[in-house]
């Protein structure tokens, strides 16, 4: 099974065999716990649960402590599941899994919570140009414009793009390749940006759209 929790430390730069500079996020990934294994038979799919952040036990509650407690792990902040395809399991609960499961040049999708940027105008959330600021319009210069239909059919189909909120959605950023594997630090550098604030979670699996 390879897939990880992580949270987010921040961008940086690394250099490579030949000097040049390569963008990087850095995560933090793992060490991870094996919390539970989901089963075509009793749960209807088959799954690996792992469960990430050690934290203190009066901020949890019982029910998340005693589902934890069966296999004597620890306080875990964050549980996600990882789908097994081939049905395979080559883990057992209360097993730990830590960030080498990947290896440097692996291409891995990195699934995090992108930042919340409130309610945004159509100009900023999908690009729209400016209307002109003279010809006589007082405050139309960053309004959307006309949206509205003729009688036929009457009304504004869904999935128009005006103004709503803005980020704070679940992203995924596919094929990044992984540049550093630090087992002892528990921390992997992948090249380009991750979904997400500095301290978020994000989960990474290996890439399921391979390019080249």
Known sequence: MKGIIGKKVGMTQVFDDGGNAVPVTVIQAGPCYVTQIRTAEKDGYIAIQLGFGETKPQRMTKGALGHLKRNNLPALRHLREFRLKNGEVDVEEGTTVKVDVFAKGE????????????F????????????????????????????????????????????????????????????VVDADKNLLAVRGSVPGANGGIVVIKPTVKRKG
């Open 120 to 179: 945004a105008g159509t100009i900023k959330r999908h690009g729209f140009h400016r209307q002109p600021k003279t010809h006589g319009q007082s405050d139309r210069e960053r309004a959307p414009g006309s949206v509205g239909m003729t009688t036929t059919p009457g009304r504004t189909f869904k999935g128009q793009r005006m103004a709503g909120r803005m980020g704070n959605a679940r992203v995924t950023a596919q094929n990044l390749e992984v540049i």
């Open 107 to 118: 291409r891995v999708d990195v699934i995090g919570k992108s930042k919340g940027r409130g």
